[in-house]
């Protein structure tokens, strides 16, 4: 099968994360690198069905190589989304916005009204787990590192859904006290930073409530007190959207990717604030994405 890629989205977290040995799928050097995108069908073999010219398609799996201009795949290691969403949220469909929603679903049986606390919330599974969340009716406390734009932030934050936006030092004061005696203590934490950060998400979470662990940005171990499981009786949990996929059906994923689509539709669920550059500045797209609180993701384009 012969695509055409368009829109190919840079993830440098978890290229970070590569080279220090810690992402748990490492390709074979030399590489293709990129795990999102979405590309046009341009021709299919004789046998295949389900997908014909002109679907776009995005990849079923992480490691498949996106940074490139034109590739021949088998049918399995694509998933046809629909060319009826905006070209951006489609390139930036098949990872943070599915580990938002499988977060958000599968760990507590939240209700409207429930609070759910994140870290990184500027981060792509940030921003998307506001937006489903406010679509389900859920409240979302959401905490960022401090920054000299912090009120630019603060106000991007809160017009995708975001009902509270406060810094890490906020979280830490005593005066969050009271701040939970007009919001309900969250059910559900969720943790992409880990150390200090994720301690503090513990320490607020009500009583049999659970913090799940997707990325570890600050490098350091999550601690939790023992009286915070003994008398919190707190759980820990992790997610991988990849191991998530092993343990389901392609059409389980499909059906996610679907789920997601109509939220997209239905304008709930918006692209993360992307900046465009041609392939052949892809140097200089990495280079901006290692920049401290750069808060636009850095995409790939190609005619």
Known sequence: MNTKAYYLPLQMKKLRLRELGNYGILP????????????????????????????????????????????????????RVPNDIPLQSAATLG???????????????????????????????GQAVIQIAAALGLRTINVVRDRPDIQKLTDRLKKMGAEHVITEEELRKHEMKNFFKDVPRPRLALNCVGGKSSTELLRHLAPGGTMVTYGGMAKQPVIASVSLFIFKDVKLRGFWLSQWKKDHSPEQFQGLILTLCDLIRQGQLMAPICSELPLQDYQRALETAMQPFVSSKQILTMG
């Open 95 to 125: 990872v943070n916005p599915c580990t938002a929603y499988r977060m958000l679903m599968d760990f507590e049986q939240l209700r409207p009204g429930d609070s759910v606390i994140q870290n990184a919330s500027n981060s792509g599974v």
């Open 28 to 79: 074979k050097l030399p590489a293709v690198g990129g795990n999102e995108g979405v590309g046009q069908v341009v021709a299919v073999g004789s046998s295949v069905t389900g997908v014909k010219p002109g679907d776009w398609v995005i990849p079923a799996n992480a490691g498949l190589g996106t940074w490139r201009t034109e590739a021949v795949f088998s049918k399995e290691s694509l998933i």
